[in-house]
């Protein structure tokens, strides 16, 4: 993968504070599914305020600022042609290193250095574009998601949702235990509202909490008498992998990596894998899962337009 070109610069519109910004700029971020992409692209993305163009090349996946280096048209709107992206404007092509490589008005002149797009570290894993935008970032730093690389799980992507809540706030949510019996008593929320006692423990990347209760969906809850043993790994700043082992033994994974598009807005792209009930349609799975987050959203984060 090339190293990302420029020294990062905070967005001119920024949302977040400086010290916020230059923080989160450090880590890897989800921004787009890899089928949006496509087998070309381009794809426009946002991630901490910073307009992203996204799309293939020999070399990869290239995450670049979606400004062309002439006259600053977004390059979300061109076209990938044989592996270069061209403007929409003047149609000047630039290639997987963001460097531009042919200007359609002199195609025997001279083309100039500073045509050269200010490009982000981007990597494909889990099925998520992740980006980073500065320099320093190894993939290896990219959230694990181990259950993608094994047999016996069903991964099962579930589209994108949109909050109008900052990535915080949302991991918050998904990581909290105290609002099951309120916010979603129907679709798995146990009646009791207490919650027993459960360890939070720092890891080198962030936190863990292994947490024992009846709490589950209804269809499996039976006597009552039966727990569901929930891992939550959040690794930082907004990834969590959460392990769900039901009462007959069966694991469900779902793994909430939740992108900061802004500090109100929060684009989350949850993935499911589950050893079970690989004959039943995913499509339930996926269901289930958006009725979840929706109940989530109702409470902290309404849908953006
Ligand atoms: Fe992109 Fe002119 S603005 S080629
Ligand atoms: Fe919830």
Same mark, same amino acid.
């Given at each position: 993968?090339?190293?990302?070109?420029?020294?990062?610069?905070?967005?001119?519109?920024?949302?977040?504070?400086? /010290?916020?910004?230059?923080?989160?700029?450090?880590?890897? +971020?989800?921004?787009?599914?890899?089928?949006? !992409?496509?087998?070309?692209?381009?794809? *426009?993305?946002? !991630?901490?305020?910073?307009?992203?163009?996204?799309?293939?090349?020999?070399?990869?996946?290239?995450?670049?600022?979606?400004?062309?280096?002439?006259?600053?048209?977004?390059?979300?709107?061109? #076209?990938?042609?044989?592996?270069?992206?061209?403007?929409?404007? +003047? %149609?000047?092509?630039?290639?997987?290193?963001?460097?531009?490589?042919?200007?359609?008005?002199?195609?025997?002149?001279?083309?100039?250095?500073?045509?050269? !797009?200010?490009? =982000? *570290?981007?990597?494909?894993?889990? %099925?998520?574009?992740?980006?980073?935008? #500065?320099?320093? @970032?190894?993939?290896?730093?990219?959230?694990?998601?181990?259950? *993608?690389?094994?047999?016996?799980?069903?991964?099962?992507?579930?589209?994108? $949702?949109?909050?109008?809540?900052?990535?915080?706030?949302?991991?918050?949510?998904?990581?909290?235990?105290?609002?099951?019996?309120?916010? +979603?008593?129907?679709? =798995?929320?146990?009646? /009791?509202?207490?919650?027993? @006692?459960?360890?939070?423990?720092?890891?080198?990347?962030?936190?863990?909490?292994? =947490?024992?209760?009846?709490?589950?969906?209804?269809?499996? *809850?039976?006597?009552?008498?039966?727990?569901?043993?929930? $891992?939550?790994? $959040?690794?930082?700043?907004?990834?969590?992998?959460?392990?769900?082992? &039901?009462?007959?033994?069966? #694991?469900?994974?779902?793994?909430? @990596?939740?992108?900061?598009?802004? @500090?109100?807005?929060?684009?989350?792209?949850?993935?499911?894998?589950?050893?079970?009930?690989?004959?039943?349609?995913?499509?339930?799975?996926?269901? &289930?899962?958006?009725?979840?987050?929706?109940?989530?959203?109702? #409470?902290?984060?309404?849908?953006?337009?």
């Amino acid at each position: 993968m090339p190293e990302p070109s420029f020294p990062p610069a905070r967005p001119r519109t920024c949302t977040f504070t400086e /010290s916020d910004w230059q923080v989160l700029a450090g880590f890897w +971020h989800p921004v787009a599914s890899a089928e949006a !992409l496509g087998s070309e692209g381009p794809l *426009a993305a946002r !991630l901490l305020d910073q307009p992203i163009v996204l799309y293939r090349s020999a070399g990869g996946v290239t995450a670049a600022a979606d400004t062309c280096a002439h006259r600053g048209a977004p390059l979300s709107l061109g #076209k990938v042609c044989a592996g270069t992206l061209a403007c929409p404007y +003047h %149609g000047y092509h630039y290639d997987g290193t963001g460097r531009c490589v042919q200007i359609p008005a002199h195609p025997a002149g001279p083309i100039p250095s500073r045509l050269t !797009l200010r490009r =982000f *570290a981007a990597c494909e894993r889990h %099925g998520l574009i992740w980006v980073c935008l #500065k320099a320093d @970032a190894s993939p290896a730093l990219i959230p694990e998601f181990p259950e *993608a690389g094994l047999e016996r799980f069903q991964v099962i992507p579930v589209p994108p $949702l949109d909050w109008a809540a900052s990535a915080g706030r949302q991991v918050e949510s998904f990581c909290d235990v105290a609002h099951f019996a309120f916010v +979603h008593p129907v679709t =798995f929320g146990a009646p /009791s509202p207490t919650v027993p @006692a459960y360890l939070v423990e720092p890891t080198p990347r962030g936190v863990r909490a292994e =947490f024992v209760s009846a709490v589950g969906n209804i269809s499996d *809850a039976g006597s009552g008498q039966q727990t569901w043993r929930r $891992l939550y790994q $959040l690794t930082l700043p907004f990834t969590v992998h959460l392990d769900i082992t &039901f009462p007959h033994g069966g #694991k469900l994974v779902v793994f909430n @990596a939740a992108c900061p598009v802004s @500090a109100r807005q929060t684009r989350i792209f949850p993935l499911v894998a589950r050893d079970f009930d690989h004959d039943r349609p995913t499509r339930e799975t996926v269901e &289930f899962q958006q009725r979840i987050y929706a109940e989530d959203q109702r #409470k902290i984060g309404r849908a953006h337009v």
